[in-house]
């Protein structure tokens, strides 16, 4: 799940937004809320805060080397980025959350709603396969809908299921700043990512 926050549906209802009550003032920011400003790794639409230890990965789409999504990974914890364009006065949270559980489902999985410290979340198992075994992967699906954008995190490793390795992982997230632009786009179009030149981020393909 890297290329899109789900398959828009014509004629969909509004939601209500699904955010931290502190979003605006903790985070994940907006680039024109106050404290935007810090340094940071430019992504292009998100920005990131640098951590000691931290490695950066951009996941590129190989059919048309776009980059879809960036990974994080910090102390045995990962947490995979996504920003999506949003309406400006309702959320995608909430529908694409209910999308993401039947998805997993058909896989074989289960994603079960849970409430986190972002608004409700999705804990799954889901069905992965190497080296030729097959198993399952525990990672949690969390959505944050901010002003005209949509921010998808999919955690994974020890902060799957470790509160206390959730904690440093939840403290990046909020960390983050999304920069939506003034280009109309669509609701649940990916927001342009872009791989910054720097020695420690490398990219890879996405699956």
């Given amino acids: 799940m890297t290329d899109s926050a789900g398959v828009p549906i014509e004629g969909e209802q509004e939601f209500e937004k699904s955010a931290p009550a502190d979003r605006s003032s903790a985070g994940p920011?907006?680039?024109n809320e106050s404290g935007a400003i810090k340094p940071s790794v430019d992504l292009g639409s998100l920005r990131v805060e640098p951590q000691r230890g931290m490695q950066l990965r951009m996941e590129v789409d190989k059919s048309n080397d776009r980059a879809v999504a960036v990974?994080?990974?910090?102390?045995?914890?990962?947490?995979?980025?996504?920003?999506?364009?949003?309406?400006?006065?309702?959320?995608?949270?909430?529908?694409i959350r209910a999308q993401i559980q039947q998805q997993i489902a058909s896989q074989g999985g289960t994603a079960?709603?849970?409430?986190?410290?972002?608004?409700?979340?999705?804990?799954?198992?889901?069905?992965?396969?190497?080296?030729?075994?097959?198993?399952?992967?525990k990672?949690?699906?969390?959505?944050?809908?901010?002003?005209?954008?949509?921010?998808?995190?999919v955690i994974g490793g020890e902060a799957a299921s470790d509160a206390e390795a959730a904690v440093a992982i939840h403290r990046i997230i909020r960390s983050v700043v999304v920069v939506r632009g003034n280009t109309p786009l669509p609701p649940r179009d990916l927001l342009p990512l872009q791989v910054p030149a720097t020695p420690e981020t490398s990219s890879r393909e996405a699956q």
């Fill in 112 to 137: 079960l709603e849970a409430d986190g410290p972002f608004g409700p979340e999705l804990v799954a198992s889901v069905p992965v396969q190497a080296d030729g075994q097959f198993g399952t992967r």
């Fill in 29 to 31: 920011l907006d680039e």
């Fill in 71 to 95: 990974t994080l990974e910090y102390q045995g914890s990962t947490v995979q980025l996504q920003p999506f364009a949003a309406p400006r006065s309702s959320g995608l949270w909430h529908p």
């Fill in 139 to 153: 990672v949690r699906f969390v959505g944050i809908d901010g002003p005209r954008w949509f921010l998808r995190a």
